[in-house]
């Protein structure tokens, strides 16, 4: 298998302006886990499915943050209006469980909003 | 809520010892630890479920004791190749939330000659 599958690898866009994250979890992984890494505040877990429904959203930051998770092979992370203190290292992670196994990371998204 | 780690940053020399500890305020049911090297992502080290075991992973083990909710990682006779951010994440027992994996601020760690 491939890995977890990020897209973009790097993002630069406009304050307003719409982003979309995307990511392809590893095939047979019911967890996907997403994550937001600055320095100020480490690893954020932002959200996470399973079995393509969301869980826990209490870490999305705002209401201009949203996820989806339409099947069980593709996630987006949309903000919109993006911000400049939007700006960070997005995280996508698939895992066979909540807890009981590794959790396995894409190579992220970092995303600086101008 | 985030698990608290200690120290934030380690500076060692090759060959010395290091201890990072983490903390939590909730009932946990298992402790993870990774490793992230800058411009990387994160790297799965091991895991300890509940039942306060400890496991190694050659000169890298961990300890978790679920009464005190908290885990330490031990790294002795450090190498070069040990520094980067060190990251404990927390899982919650089944039935005390829905929490998924949530990882601290991370313990920066640096291995000098």
């Known amino acids: 298998d491939a890995g977890v599958i990020q897209s973009p690898r790097h993002e630069v866009t406009e304050m307003g302006q719409e982003v979309t994250l995307r990511c392809k979890p590893i095939?047979?992984?019911?967890?996907l886990f997403w994550y937001r890494q600055t320095m100020m505040r480490g690893l954020e877990l932002l959200i996470y499915?399973?079995?393509?429904?969301?869980?826990?959203d209490s870490g999305m930051p705002e209401d201009r943050f949203s996820a989806k998770m339409p099947n069980a092979s593709f996630s987006t992370l949309k903000i919109q209006p993006s911000e400049p203190r939007d700006s960070a290292v997005y995280f996508c992670?698939?895992?066979?469980?909540?807890?009981?196994?590794?959790?396995?990371f894409g190579q992220g998204t970092r995303l600086t909003v101008v | 809520q985030q698990p608290v780690q200690s120290p934030q940053a380690v500076i060692l020399r090759e060959g010395e010892d290091a201890v990072i500890n983490c903390s939590s305020s909730?009932?946990?049911?298992?402790v993870h630890w990774y490793r992230q090297k800058h411009g990387e992502a994160p790297v799965f080290l091991m895991i300890?479920?509940?039942?306060?075991e400890q496991k190694g992973h050659d000169k890298i083990s961990a300890s978790f004791n679920e009464k005190k909710q908290q885990s330490s990682l031990y790294l002795t006779a450090s190498q070069l190749s040990y520094s980067g951010t060190y990251f404990c994440?927390?899982?919650?027992?089944?039935?005390?939330?829905?929490?998924?994996?949530?990882f601290g601020k991370g313990t920066h760690l640096i291995i000098q000659p």
């Open positions: 992670a698939s895992s066979t469980s909540r807890g009981d196994t590794e959790a396995f």
């Open positions: 095939s047979g992984h019911d967890y």
């Open positions: 499915f399973n079995n393509n429904v969301p869980i826990d």
């Open positions: 909730k009932a946990l049911y298992s």
């Open positions: 300890l479920l509940k039942g306060g």
């Open positions: 994440g927390t899982v919650t027992v089944p039935g005390g939330g829905a929490d998924g994996l949530t």
